[in-house]
């Protein structure tokens, strides 16, 4: 039998030989790149130099704080970092990737059309089988985002960690996104007469600002800006308020009629521009609104104090900055000054896109080594647990925050200064959003974090509850097509242009949905017949 015949002993002895040299050339292999074996004490015994990209600024010398320290020593890494300014992140990203320049690790702005592209390429690295059983803290937070399991039924496999917005501090369900909260000057409410409340809707803060560009109670003469709004804040707090599907992340839907539509074509995205058109041509917004960039309409009311309302944002941390804002620039105390509320439209319901609990990603060069692939992901684990959570939002414990005798968190640091003024930069956060532990940060005053909250749940109430959220459709937002990225348009610029035209603007908004079907019907085509 075939079983029972000897082979020569030259053919055993070379296939042993081979054996040897094939585990030995494994060992050196493993020695030679260092590996993350620990020594006794648990330490990593190999530095790993790593690249880093990411949008938070680090200025020279601010690696060497002891927060940064911390995390390099626990670790055992030296990073390259490199930071990308807000404007050029998606443009950089792009370059890098198509290049195979891409750093080790980076903070991307999920776009899902790249990321197919991307995945189809061999642009991005592929996790291995069995990484949620070794980081379990990660692969936790990460099902938490619900976009994780959708990419892997279309991949196979795992190629990006979408960035979970809340992990253990979710304010409400359903989550809706932070934005529609607006602050006014409460003072300047009760020299007028104006009602405080928790909701307005957008003609109610309309009254409020002729009242205040009536009256003036703040004596500023011309240098008053009733609302300070930029064209996003105004597609957001009078527009959006009004028509659920007039932003770009909710512009395609599905009717009740089954078919998919076309959001700002729709009457009640008129109804937004008329609003946003009358605020205008009174003079309550300001006459260049739609030329600000980043922080003009904001700074207009927590800097200069000129402004009777402005949109600030439902994090509990935004609000914090405000009061710190006006302390340092008009020596007030804003908590005299500043009261928030959430925006519903003028019919009385709350409108917003129901929001997925993810915001943008973390991607691996496809040529990380083995070896720096296991320790970024050893940190972000460690940075995902509670201990880490605490360590990056509060600092250490015993110098800048402690537990109290019933085990509430109590903030060490100084009044009125926060972790970022005493560590700037505090990149290492790769994963889990700011956004989770502000609802628990005893850093921030605790009536900013209950009324942020109350906000959320609100929101979440009004919204479902005979409202007008607009449900996140993964058809929608997965679905990704030349057609479709040619019909997503920069809406804020496009609705400013609208109010600022002569002539009828019932007519110009016809005229220009007209103008857009050449790009929106082939896009509506495509989804209406993409199951069938």
């Not at 000897?6 to 020695?31: F, H, N, W, Y």
């Not at 998606?90 to 899902?112: F, M, T």
Request: glycine share 6%; proline share 4%.
């Amino acid at each position: 039998m075939k079983t029972n015949r000897k082979m020569p002993l030259k053919p055993l002895l070379a296939i042993a030989m081979s054996l040897v040299l094939m585990t030995a050339t494994a060992c050196s292999k493993q020695d030679a790149s260092g590996g993350n074996e620990k020594d006794a004490d648990g330490k990593y015994k190999e530095k790993l130099k790593i690249s880093v990209a990411q949008t938070t600024e680090l200025k020279d010398g601010q690696m060497d704080n002891e927060f940064h320290k911390f995390w390099m020593d626990k670790f055992n890494v030296e990073w390259d970092y490199n930071y990308i300014q807000w404007d050029s992140w998606a443009e950089k990203l792009r370059l890098w990737i198509n290049s195979g320049d891409l750093p080790d690790v980076a903070s991307w702005n999920y776009v899902h059309g790249d990321f197919m592209n991307y995945v189809d390429q061999g642009l991005l690295y592929k996790f291995p089988d069995d990484w949620k059983e070794r980081w379990p803290n990660i692969a936790a937070a990460y099902k938490l985002t619900g976009l994780g399991d959708k990419l892997e039924e279309l991949t196979g496999g795992t190629y990006i960690l979408p960035k979970p917005v809340y992990y253990q501090n979710k304010p409400a369900d359903p989550l809706v996104n932070q934005i529609g909260v607006i602050a006014l000057r409460k003072d300047w409410a009760k020299a007028v007469g104006f009602e405080l409340k928790d909701e307005y809707t957008t003609s109610e803060l309309m009254k409020y600002a002729e009242l205040i560009k009536e009256k003036d109670p703040g004596k500023l003469g011309s240098k008053l800006i009733p609302i300070s709004y930029n064209a996003d804040d105004a597609l957001t707090n009078i527009i959006m308020a009004n028509s659920e599907h007039s932003r770009v992340e909710s512009a395609f839907y599905k009717g009740e009629d089954g078919k998919f539509h076309w959001g700002p074509a729709d009457p009640e995205t008129l109804t937004g521009l008329k609003l946003m058109q009358k605020a205008y041509k009174e003079g309550l917004l300001n006459p260049e609104f739609y030329t600000w960039k980043n922080n003009e309409s904001g700074d207009n009311f927590k800097v200069k104090g000129v402004a009777g309302i402005t949109s600030l944002g439902g994090l509990a941390s935004y609000r914090q900055d405000m009061d710190k804002a006006m302390k340092k620039n008009l020596d007030v105390n804003s908590d005299d000054l500043v009261h928030t509320a959430i925006v519903v439209g003028d019919d009385g319901k709350y409108r917003n896109l129901e929001q997925p609990n993810f915001w943008s990603s973390l991607i691996f060069s496809p040529n990380i080594s083995k070896e720096k692939f296991e320790r970024i992901m050893d940190l972000i684990d460690y940075s995902t647990s509670k201990e880490g959570q605490l360590l990056l939002n509060m600092g250490f414990e015993g110098k800048d925050w402690k537990y109290d005798d019933a085990k509430e968190l109590v903030s060490l640091l100084p009044e009125g200064t926060s972790l970022e003024d005493k560590y700037p930069s505090r990149f290492e956060g790769l994963y889990v959003l700011g956004d989770d532990f502000s609802i628990v940060n005893p850093a921030i005053k605790k009536e900013y974090r209950d009324t942020a909250v109350k906000h959320f749940q609100d929101k979440a109430k009004l919204g479902s509850e005979g409202g007008k959220l607009a449900e996140y459709d993964w058809d929608v937002q997965l679905y990704d097509s030349k057609a479709k990225s040619q019909a997503s348009f920069e809406y804020q610029n496009e609705y400013a242009n609208l109010i600022l035209q002569s002539g009828d603007l019932e007519t110009n908004w016809k005229k220009w949905v007209q103008s857009k079907q050449s790009l929106v019907q082939p896009a509506l085509d495509e989804l209406n017949n993409q199951k069938k």
